[in-house]
């Protein structure tokens, strides 16, 4: 009986630990960024239109806030370095073991790969069954199955959202280092070491687009990838490292929440007025963007993690429930959209229309990956971590 009564209070105190690290706000959050992303390429399918809307002697114009879409991206990576690092920074806090690195990594593989290689091996089968094999080279599948298409030189991704899986992959190898620095080291300095990273990084993939010497070592393109966006994954690691060591006040985390919202209106307002500068390496912005972004939205997603009240709706924590899948698998549907002539373009109309024939079955695919691909997956795993901790707490 005694036994039973330990097994169950360990059982009990593993929950809790859990629930400890789920921030609903921030799956809300998820949500959030995945629609956004979502918003963007249903406008660039329908043509990118004017959304202007005339109300009375005013216009409203919308199209900055889709046309900035892809910062949901960026949203993801800063969620994703704060998200990951708690359950390191509370080890360090608490003077507990820190989390198996080995676990860690083996429920990164189970989050990320099996939703992806089955996607993958559906588009290789629909691309061979169509006749469009030009792209299924070896060096392009064996890059995909390996989620390092980022270092091929092409670089033709078999799904329009695959550029950015290596990056994901990339941060899950160095965030356990990122938390020990942290732990190690004062923040300032550690911030400051990430930042110069970055940046000098960014300055030589400039620097090879112009000199040919650069360019035979380096690409102009890595400036998407890792360590170009070091800063960005870090700026997630430290509002973390934030929350968990001082807890905010609901009128604090307003401010907060307030004050990201402002740096995020910022950077779609210079993106807005000069374009994609980035594609046009226009200096300083191309340098600055990421670092810019990075502390905009940690802080956004510092402050909706200490307000919890907010970013809860039902909507947008289903939404933030199946957004990985909805992320991988918007963009391939929408292509098939495409290919079958069902998508209008060309104006605010279009975009409506292109809406509502896409979305309910981009949200039903999304949520049949997620029920049966990803959550099994999951569960496992989540089974296997709980009989371990109570067989440990029964010696």
Known sequence: ??????????????????????????????GLAAGWVLLFHLWEFSGSPSLALRVAHHTIDFTPLVS??????????????????????RSTL???????????????????????????????????????????????????????QNFVPIRETLNGVYWSMPIEWDFYVILPLLALLLARL???????????????????????????????????????????????????????WLYVRAPMSRRAAQCVILAGAIGIGIAMTVWTSLGNYIVMLQLPWLLLHFSWLGAAFGAFVLGAASQLSWFCGRALSWLGLISYSLYLWHYPLLQAGQHFHWLATGSAAALLR?????????????????????RPFLAAHQRKVADLQQATAAL
Do not use: K
Not at 74 to 89: K, R
């Open 1 to 30: 009986m005694r036994a039973a009564t330990d097994d169950s209070r360990a059982a009990a105190v593993s929950a809790a630990a859990r629930a400890g690290d789920y921030l609903p706000a921030l799956t809300g959050l998820r």
């Open 68 to 89: 900035c879409g892809f910062l949901g991206v960026d949203l993801f990576f800063v969620l994703s370095g704060f998200l990951l690092s708690i359950p390191f920074h």
């Open 94 to 148: 608490r003077r507990t073991p820190a989390p198996s690195l080995l676990t860690f990594w083996e429920r990164r593989c189970r989050r990320v790969l099996p939703a992806y290689y089955l996607q993958l091996a559906i588009i290789i089968a629909v691309t061979l069954f169509v006749g469009d094999a030009a792209s299924l080279t070896s060096t392009n599948l064996i890059s995909h199955v390996l989620l390092a």
């Open 186 to 240: 004062r923040a300032w300095l550690v911030l400051f070491a990430m930042m110069a990273l970055a940046l000098t990084f960014r300055i030589a993939c400039y620097r090879a687009a112009f000199d040919p010497a650069w360019a035979r070592y380096l690409d102009y393109g890595y400036i998407m990838q890792l360590p170009a966006r070091l800063d960005e994954f870090f700026f997630g690691v430290l509002g973390a």
């Open 354 to 374: 292109t809406a509502v024939i896409m979305v309910p079955p981009i949200l039903l695919v999304s949520w049949l990956s997620q029920h049966f691909v990803e």
